[in-house]
């Protein structure tokens, strides 16, 4: 007689458990895609450049289009990376950019603020302009090198959030994304 080995079903445990990865696997995965940061270390300075991936969508063009303020934040922490501990932050950068259409004259301002003080504002009538403004940036200097330790390994973390939301408005779970970055400081 021949025997046949059959598998047995996968238990209620199994099924949780692979589908918990599945979601944190495409969630890390879309994070990964949706927030792109590069950290340079020049002279005395950390500079950042990142991007928003798909962060001016539709429904922010819409939400734009009908002359509602439309703020994107981004929360930048430089961290250091501690074994077994908490990892500890350096410091803190709070990057906002608001944009408001004006359907009289058809401009769109753009106004940048860094740490609480206005750093750049245009005033532009081209949606592919704004998407650049407020989703972009290139080699910002947040943070002076004078406050890392040599030969340390750092990462830049930035969260990003939108204002208004209505749930899922710019990201699936409507609390924002995040990425991040490392970097090691040598001297």
Same mark, same amino acid.
């Given at each position: 007689?021949?025997?046949?080995?059959?598998?047995?079903?996968?238990?209620?445990?199994?099924?949780?458990?692979?589908? +918990?990865?599945?979601?944190? +696997?495409?969630?890390?995965?879309?994070?990964? =895609?949706?927030?792109?940061?590069?950290?340079?270390?020049?002279?005395?300075?950390?500079?950042?450049?990142? =991007?928003?991936?798909?962060?001016f969508t539709d429904e922010v063009r819409a939400?734009?289009?009908?002359?509602?303020?439309?703020?994107?934040?981004?929360?930048? $922490? +430089?961290?250091?990376?501690?074994?077994?501990?908490?990892?500890?932050?350096?410091?803190?950068?709070?990057?906002?950019?608001?944009?408001?259409? $004006?359907?009289?004259?058809?401009?769109?301002?753009?106004?940048?603020?860094?740490?609480?003080?206005? =750093?750049?504002?245009q005033v532009t009538d081209s949606e592919a302009?704004?998407?650049?403004?407020?989703?972009?940036?290139?080699?910002?200097?947040?943070?002076?090198?004078?406050? +890392?330790?040599?030969?340390?390994e750092y990462y830049v973390r930035i969260t990003?959030?939108?204002?208004?939301?209505?749930?899922?408005?710019?990201?699936?779970?409507?609390?924002?994304?995040?990425?991040?970055?490392?970097?090691?400081?040598?001297?």
């Amino acid at each position: 007689m021949k025997q046949t080995v059959r598998s047995a079903p996968c238990s209620l445990r199994q099924a949780c458990f692979c589908f +918990l990865a599945a979601v944190s +696997l495409s969630a890390t995965l879309w994070a990964a =895609e949706g927030l792109r940061i590069v950290p340079l270390v020049r002279d005395d300075r950390v500079l950042v450049t990142f =991007e928003l991936a798909d962060g001016f969508t539709d429904e922010v063009r819409a939400a734009v289009r009908s002359g509602l303020k439309t703020t994107f934040t981004y929360t930048i $922490d +430089l961290r250091l990376e501690v074994p077994a501990w908490v990892d500890r932050t350096i410091a803190t950068a709070v990057l906002t950019n608001s944009v408001e259409y $004006d359907n009289l004259t058809r401009q769109h301002s753009v106004v940048r603020v860094l740490d609480g003080m206005v =750093e750049d504002s245009q005033v532009t009538d081209s949606e592919a302009v704004v998407g650049e403004l407020m989703t972009s940036f290139h080699r910002l200097p947040l943070f002076r090198t004078a406050v +890392l330790e040599p030969n340390r390994e750092y990462y830049v973390r930035i969260t990003a959030t939108a204002r208004p939301t209505n749930g899922a408005f710019l990201w699936p779970w409507g609390s924002g994304t995040s990425g991040q970055a490392k970097f090691t400081f040598l001297r």
